[in-house]
């Protein structure tokens, strides 16, 4: 419960803090298709016998970076992509799966994330991993912010925007990645998505709105996995519906 | 020193097999201000994003003589209501044209505190930006060029959607940077009477290029004729 708890929290900063920009920049969806995706990866890992916390990950970040690039190059609306590339992971892995029958994996705890599977390992991968999404996040924040706000500006005054889109998204990958061992693939993307949103309904200024959806974050993964923990529930439903209640009181007439 | 900011030679651009503009020439010098006008579709807006690099010419040759670049995109500004950010945080975007990777010194402040003086909205620093009128919205636009600390300054239909009062204080301010900070400015515009005042070079541009050079002549050459064969037929 304790390594659950500490991988928890750093989700609960994680998910937000890159949340804000793909909310902003409209691609709320991106992190959705890169979990669909990576369930690709872990049917991969588990026949192959590579750990799938590495195959998790590189099949996010690949998933990620391929999107964006149809995105920028392609006649395609950005969901469209999105749509072609989390079935692709979803078909990659229920082909693998139905080939290789009878492993004795417990699929479940990937699809719905499980408290079980943090061990000290894995809790120091996500550490490592998001600390250095911590830090390029931060680094590169307000020029993340110039993109995400009008791009053909940040363009034009030469900012190197493509590799700054890329950057996010390989960030985003890296979140989504880690978010999947305690909220499942199902319900990754609600953690970059739903804080956010509530924290839009309460502050005015970008900073202010990066604080907010971090707070709610952090607040529901506590509140979330306590409730996991002890009403013996999946922790990803657990923390997404704490994170809905506080959107709801967002939303109400509370904080107007 | 070259006083030339901006040169087009036989510039063609081609967008789904059909030419939107073709063979664009002419050269801008430093501290002009060229307005642009043109009927809807006649390529205004593409020759603005082919002169800042978001598009590449078909044909032809575009030699802009500074890095120091500015453009401000047309835009409806609903596009904003739900972004949640400040002026001050919009502003001061524009000192990343000096590194992306900075961390911001009292200099940097101060550019901001100056420009937003200049657009006239220092005391609206810390509002939100979807709570500024239309007006007061393209003002923080050119703000966030100010401190970039532009050669050149390019602005899509600036004023749409702004009433005529502000639209004339707008292209005031304008004329102010254009005079008194140097700054060489294009504008694309759909009212003629509003930037003929302030611009020094105006431009009128239907896929060719038809007229380049004096407000004065533009009247006289382009705009006069064309209303007496009408009133004529009339």
């Known amino acids: 419960m304790q390594y659950a708890l500490i991988n928890g929290i750093l989700i609960g900063v994680l998910c937000p803090l890159i949340g804000v920009f793909l909310v902003l920049k409209n691609l709320s969806l991106i992190a959705d298709g890169v979990a669909h995706f990576s369930f690709g990866g872990i049917a991969l890992g588990i026949v192959v016998g590579i750990s799938p916390n590495i195959t998790i990950l590189l099949f996010s970040i690949m998933g990620g970076l391929l999107v964006n690039y149809i995105i920028r190059r392609s006649k395609l609306y950005g969901d469209t992509a999105i749509a072609i590339l989390l079935s692709t992971g979803l078909a990659i892995g229920i082909t693998i799966i139905s080939i290789a029958k009878g492993t004795n994996f417990n699929i479940n705890s990937y699809l719905f994330g499980s408290l079980l599977a943090v061990d000290r390992g894995e809790l120091i991968f996500a550490l490592c991993f998001g600390l250095l999404v911590i830090i390029l996040t931060l680094v590169f924040y307000r020029s993340l912010l110039y993109i995400t706000f009008d791009e053909d500006s940040a363009k034009a005054s030469g900012l190197p925007v493509e590799i700054l889109d890329n950057l996010l998204v390989f960030v985003s990958a890296i979140t989504v990645a880690i978010t999947i061992r305690i909220a499942g693939i199902l319900l990754a993307s609600a953690l970059i998505v739903i804080p956010v949103a509530a924290g839009m309904q309460i502050s005015k200024s970008f900073k202010g709105t990066l604080k907010s959806s971090v707070s709610i974050g952090v607040t529901s993964v506590i509140v979330g996995l306590f409730l996991s923990y002890y009403l013996n529930i999946a922790p990803g439903g657990a923390i997404v519906l704490v994170n809905i209640l506080i959107f709801l009181l967002t939303l109400s007439r509370l904080f107007h | ?234």
């Open chain 2, 1 to 234: 020193m070259n006083n030339k900011i901006l040169e087009i030679k036989n510039l063609y651009f081609c967008y789904r097999d059909e030419f939107v503009l073709e063979d664009i020439s002419f050269t801008l010098n430093r501290e002009e201000f060229l307005g642009i006008i043109g009927p809807n579709g006649s390529g205004k807006s593409t020759l603005l994003k082919l002169i800042v690099g978001l598009l590449k010419p078909t044909k032809g040759e575009i030699n802009v003589y500074t890095k120091r670049i500015s453009y401000i995109p047309q835009r409806v500004t609903s596009l904003y209501h739900l972004f949640p950010a400040t002026v001050e945080e919009i502003v001061a975007l524009g000192r990343l044209s000096d590194g992306i990777v900075r961390r911001f010194k009292g200099e940097d402040y101060e550019l901001i505190n100056s420009a937003l003086e200049v657009v006239g909205l220092l005391e609206f620093r810390d509002k939100k930006l979807s709570e500024l009128s239309g007006g007061q919205q393209q003002r923080v636009h050119i703000a966030r060029a100010i401190v970039s600390k532009p050669e050149l300054l390019i602005l899509d239909e600036p004023t749409t959607g702004i009433d005529v009062i502000n639209q004339t204080k707008f292209y005031e301010l304008l004329g102010h940077l254009n005079r008194d900070m140097h700054i060489t400015i294009i504008i694309v515009s759909h009212d003629i009477s509003t930037i003929a005042s302030e611009v020094t070079t105006m431009a009128y541009l239907d896929k060719r290029l038809h007229f380049i050079g004096k407000p004065g002549d533009f009247f006289k050459k382009v705009l006069w004729p064309i209303d007496i064969e009408e009133s004529l037929r009339g």
